[in-house]
């Protein structure tokens, strides 16, 4: 067999509970319930950070937020740093294997040149910079920045004035899969979407198939029902190249919901409940699952049985490794904390993790097998204090409800020391750009 071709997608801010295969009852989303239903649809499938620009780092580099030198949300334009040009990605791993090479979307990766995608392996590129844009001007607004435009492609600022960002990337991604299949060398393309990030932006045609929804559901089911007929469109696509049997694909989100008040841009300070967490506690920059557990799907028809309902632990750091492997080349050449889940999927073995870490802020956690440890958990609209020390069983209480420390306090003690040390080391790591 040739070698297979990748795509990832990637959404901002997408909750859980925000598409009908992982259990939306308030809107459907058919092409990807189709894209589910050809392989596998992951239900403890987690980001690596609940926020935006740590989780990318960790997809795109196989490693802990951390390890690959992005620990918080890159703020600024112009002259923000990022993901150190030392630090390498899935693309630039691709492309010593022969593969070409292409990103459309969001960046969030560090806006000075060090650090853009061109100097992270990406061949091609199209997108924006920042944490967000407004989808039709394309213009940053937030933050102690004056609005910047902010729209490039291959370095080189353009301008797309009232095109909905959402159908440009789709529209840039469907360019370059049919330029892409007309060479020899097999392909990756990194499609992260900004939607359904901030600004609340959608097409009229997609707000009129949700008027029976509360407004702030609404304009949610809009954006990302746009997105779904953007997967749709790049997959029919990819069939009409003859490559999607052997075209290998994720999907998944960087974070959880987000609950910031500037979803509407109103004044208000009420947290925004558009987004959907599902059965889960917590939102974007919680360590609580809400945070942190995502939508997730793999495809890859040649080789993936279809029909999969996978429950194993697996992370967004896996997909460097899982690719890579796919792709012929040697993950252990490369310093990594994802691992390979082809057999997951492919023979329905256990996941390769026995533990797995997250810290944000002054939050830690971590998971192992069915125990899951916050410290300092963090939650936003709600006058319920957090305990400083919360032990849960995701196999009794997927939802966090009951504070098991004092039931079984040598787990939560073990659990807290290990969590502890994994944090300082990684907060003993430096990073030069």
Known sequence: MNRPNFIVFLTDDQGYGDLSCMGAADFCTPHLDDLAASGVRFTSWYSNSPVCSPSRAALLTGRYPGNAGVRAILAGLRTTAGLPPSVPTIATALKECGYQTAMCGKWHLGLIPECRPHNHGFDNWFGFMAGCIDYYSHIYYWGKTNPIHDLWEDDREIHADGRYFTELITEKAIDYIRSATQRDEPFFLYVPYNAPHYPMHAPQKYLDRFKHLPWDRRIMAAMISAVDDSVGAII???RRQGVLDNTCIFYTSDNGPSRESRNWLDGTMDPYYGGSAAKFKGHKTSLFEGGLRMPAIMSWPARIPAGQVCDAVVASMDVFPTIL????????????????ILPVVTEQAPSPHTEVFWEYGKQTAMRRGPWKLVLNGRLIGTDTPVDPVFLSNLDEDMGERVNLKDSYPEIAEEMREAALAWRAQ????????
């Open 426 to 433: 990684i907060e003993a790591r430096e990073f030069t750009i």
């Open 236 to 238: 029919d696509e990819l």
């Open 325 to 340: 492997t796919a792709a012929g080349g040697d993950p252990s050449t490369y310093e990594l904390d994802g691992l390979n």
